[in-house]
C-alpha cells in the first residue's frame, strides 16, 4: 500500500522541479516538501552556526527548519509554498542571503 | 445580500471556525471566513490538495460524515453569497479601528503583499500546533512532530520514511501511528510515555467519543490490526544519526519518570514522529489584549473573550480534539449572530453543543491530570551538547549556564541571555524545552505578530494612530 493508493487518488500529470539541480518528480498541489520527502529527499538546509542539516519539522508552517531557495528567493517554507512545474530549488545554507 | 447585515470575520477554517461559519451564517449575519491553507479542513480533516484526485479522501479519517455536512453547509452559504471563504490568506494582526476590527492578512503562498479586511467582529478559531519537548538528536533530518507527519500524508499523500516510530504522549499519537501504517509505513513501535492507562484514556479522546467507551477499543483494534507494537511507561532517550535518522534508544520508565537502568533499547527507524502534546495559538488573541486562561485564550460560557467583539472557539482556547471544537464553534457562531443582529442570545437553543462542550472539557482536564500524574523526567535526559532552541541554536548547556552562572531565574532572561526564543519560529517550538531545562515556570511570550511580515508591508501600513504599546 503506499497513499496514493490508499485514498485511491487519480492525480493529474506529474511534473519536475529541479532541486539543486537535480530533478525531482511533484504531483500538482503538493507542497515542496511533500515532493521532496516523496522523493527521498530530507534535508535541504543547512543552520547558521553549527552547519547541520534541517528539513521539514512541525510541518505546518510554526518551526522554519524547512527553509529553501525558490527561484533565488531564499527563507521560503517548503511546508506551505506549493511545487509549481519548472521551479528551482537549491537548499539553503545559513541565512540564504549570503549567496 | 443586504449591505446592512452585520460582518463577522472569523478566522481558522479547522473544525471550530467551520461550525462556527456555518452556525452564524444561517442566523442573519454575513461571515468571512478567513484561512491561511488553500483548502478549508483545518488539521483534523486536512483534505489532500485537490490536484491529487483523491477519489476516497476518508480513508485516511475518522468521522468523515460530520466533514461532508459541513462541508455542504458551507457551500450552500458561500453559494448564496452569506459566507466568503479567503483561503491563503495568513493573518499577522487584528487591531481595534474605530468600532471596527480591521483583519490583516499575507495573501498566497508569497506573503509578500498584505490585505485588510473591516467586520464588525471576530472570532478566533486559530487551533493549536505541537509541543515538542527536546532530548539528543531531535533536530536530525527525519525527525518530524507527530502531527507534522499527519500533515504530509493527510494533505500531500507523502509518506515521511518507511519505517517509523511514533514517540511521546497524548492521543494525537494514535491516528498517527495507525494512519502511518495505513499507507503503507512500517511502524516499529508507539512509544507513550504514560503508562497503559494514560493510553486507553487517550484512545478514547483520540475518537473524541468519551460516552462511548467501545472507540478507545477500536484504536487498540487498529494498533492490533496494523501489529503496531505499543510501548507505554517509555520514552525515546535520543535519537541517532549522521546526516538524518538511523535509530533511537528507547526505555522503560520509572515510577518517578527516570529511565530503568538495562531497559534500554535501539530501534532502527529512518522517521521519528514524536509529540508530546497541543498548545493552543493565542498571537492574535494576545495582539488584541484578550486574557488568556493557562496557556488558551480565556472565554465566557457564550464563547466570548473579555474584548467586546472578539470570539473564540476551539483549540485556541484549550486542546481538546475536534468534537469540542466543533461544539464551541456553533456556540460561539450563535452567540456572535445573536448579539450582531441585537438580539439576546438564548442558550437554550444550543444546549445540547453546551452538554458535549461542558463534559468533554471536564474529560479532556481529567485527562490532563492523569497524565500529569505520570513524571517524565525528560530534562534530567537532556545532554548540555542537545540544542533546545532549534532556530538559534541554543544548547542546553548554554541555558543552564544562563541559569546557574549568570542568575537567570525566569524565561525572558534565559532568552535575553543566550537568544533562545529569539530567532524565526519567535520561541514556539523551544519555550517548553527551554523552560523545562532552565527550571522556570512557562510564561508564554507575548507575540505581537502572528506571522512574519516583511518590513515592506509594514513600512505601507496606514500611519493612523498605532496601537497601545
Ligand atoms: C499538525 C496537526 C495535525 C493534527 N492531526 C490530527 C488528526 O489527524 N487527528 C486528530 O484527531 N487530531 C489532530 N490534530 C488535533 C487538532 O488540533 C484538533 O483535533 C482540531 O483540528 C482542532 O480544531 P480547531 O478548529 O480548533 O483548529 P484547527 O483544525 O487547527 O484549525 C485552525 C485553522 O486556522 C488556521 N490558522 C491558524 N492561524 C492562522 C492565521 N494566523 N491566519 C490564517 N489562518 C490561520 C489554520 O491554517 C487552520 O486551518 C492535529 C493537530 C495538529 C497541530
Ligand atoms: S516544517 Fe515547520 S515551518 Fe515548515
Redesign the pocket.
Known amino acids: 500500500m503506499n497513499p496514493l493508493r490508499l485514498v485511491r487518488a487519480r492525480p493529474g500529470a506529474p511534473f519536475t522541479v529541479t532541486f539543486d539541480n537535480r530533478e525531482i518528480q511533484a504531483l500538482p498541489g503538493q507542497s515542496l516538501a511533500a515532493a521532496l520527502w516523496s522523493s527521498g529527499v530530507t534535508a535541504w538546509r543547512t543552520t547558521r552556526g553549527a552547519e547541520r542539516a534541517r528539513g521539514v519539522f512541525?510541518?505546518?508552517g510554526v518551526c522554519f527548519d524547512c527553509l529553501v531557495t525558490v527561484d533565488g528567493r531564499p527563507d521560503q517554507r517548503a511546508c506551505l509554498v506549493p511545487a509549481a512545474p519548472g521551479a528551482v530549488v537549491r537548499s539553503q545554507a545559513g541565512t540564504g542571503h549570503d549567496e | 445580500m443586504s449591505e446592512r447585515r452585520p460582518l463577522l470575520a472569523v478566522?481558522?477554517?479547522?473544525?471550530?471556525?467551520l461550525a462556527a461559519t456555518v452556525a452564524a451564517a444561517a442566523r442573519g449575519v454575513r461571515v468571512m471566513l478567513?484561512?491561511?491553507?488553500a483548502e478549508a479542513?483545518?488539521?483534523?480533516?486536512?483534505q489532500p490538495a485537490r490536484g491529487l484526485g483523491a477519489r476516497r479522501p476518508e480513508a485516511l479519517h475518522?468521522q468523515w460524515r460530520t466533514w461532508e455536512r459541513l462541508r455542504a453547509g458551507l457551500d450552500t452559504h458561500v453559494d448564496a453569497g452569506r459566507v466568503t471563504h479567503l483561503s491563503d490568506?495568513?493573518?499577522?494582526c487584528v487591531e481595534r479601528e474605530s468600532g471596527a476590527l480591521v483583519v490583516h492578512?499575507l495573501l498566497g503562498p508569497r506573503q509578500t503583499e498584505s490585505a485588510a479586511v473591516r467586520a464588525d467582529a471576530v472570532l478566533l478559531?486559530?487551533?493549536?500546533?505541537?509541543k515538542v519537548l527536546p532530548f539528543p538528536g531531535w533536530t536530525l533530518p527525519g525527525v518530524v512532530?507527530a502531527?507534522?507527519a499527519?500533515?504530509l500524508l493527510?494533505g500531500g499523500l507523502s509518506l515521511p520514511g518507511r519505517t517509523a516510530v511514533v514517540a511521546g504522549t497524548g492521543?494525537?499519537l494514535l491516528?498517527?501511528a495507525t494512519?502511518l501504517a495505513a499507507a503503507g509505513a512500517q511502524v516499529v513501535a508507539l512509544v507513550e510515555s504514560a503508562g497503559p492507562k494514560g493510553l486507553a484514556r487517550g484512545a478514547r479522546a483520540?475518537a473524541?467519543a468519551p460516552a462511548k467507551l467501545a472507540e478507545g477499543a477500536a484504536f487498540a483494534a487498529r494498533l492490533a490490526y496494523r501489529r503496531i507494537p505499543v510501548m507505554t511507561r517509555h520514552a525515546v532517550l535520543e535519537a541517532h544519526g549522521v546526516e538524518r535518522l538511523e535509530s533511537v534508544t528507547v526505555a522503560a520508565l520509572d515510577a518517578d519518570g527516570r529511565p530503568v537502568p538495562g531497559s534500554q533499547r535501539r530501534l532502527s527507524c529512518d522517521t521519528l514522529a514524536v509529540g508530546h502534546g497541543?498548545l493552543p495559538?493565542t498571537?492574535?488573541a494576545d495582539g488584541l489584549g484578550c486574557r488568556l486562561d493557562g496557556p488558551g485564550v480565556w472565554v465566557d460560557a457564550e464563547q466570548r473573550t473579555d474584548v467586546p467583539g472578539v470570539w473564540a472557539?476551539?483549540?485556541?482556547t484549550g486542546?481538546g480534539?475536534?468534537t469540542l471544537?466543533l461544539a464551541e464553534?456553533h456556540i460561539a457562531g450563535r452567540s456572535a449572530a445573536a448579539r450582531l443582529t441585537g438580539r439576546i442570545p438564548d442558550p437554550d437553543g444550543w444546549a445540547p453543543a453546551a452538554r458535549t462542550r461542558d463534559r468533554l472539557r471536564a474529560f479532556f482536564t481529567a485527562l490532563d491530570a492523569a497524565y500529569a500524574a505520570q513524571p517524565v523526567r525528560w530534562a534530567e535526559q537532556v545532554t548540555a551538547e542537545t540544542v533546545v532552541c532549534r532556530c538559534e541554536e541554543v544548547s542546553a548547556g548554554a541555558v543552564r549556564e544562563s541559569v546557574d552562572a549568570l542568575g537567570a531565574g525566569d524565561l525572558r532572561t534565559v532568552k535575553l541571555l543566550t537568544r533562545a526564543g529569539m530567532g524565526w519560529c519567535q520561541g514556539r517550538m523551544c519555550e517548553p524545552g527551554v523552560a523545562g531545562v532552565a527550571g522556570c515556570a512557562l510564561t508564554p511570550a507575548r507575540r505581537l505578530l502572528?506571522?512574519p511580515v516583511p518590513l515592506g508591508v509594514l513600512a505601507d501600513a496606514p500611519t493612523d494612530p498605532p496601537a497601545t504599546p
Open positions: 512541525c510541518g505546518i | 478566522i481558522g477554517a479547522g473544525p471550530a471556525g478567513i484561512d491561511s491553507a479542513g483545518g488539521q483534523f480533516y486536512r475518522h490568506r495568513h493573518v499577522w492578512a478559531a486559530t487551533g493549536a500546533y505541537e512532530t502531527g507534522g499527519q500533515a493527510k492521543p494525537l491516528p498517527v494512519g483520540g473524541a497541543l495559538h498571537d492574535l472557539a476551539g483549540e485556541t486542546v480534539g475536534a471544537s464553534g502572528a506571522r
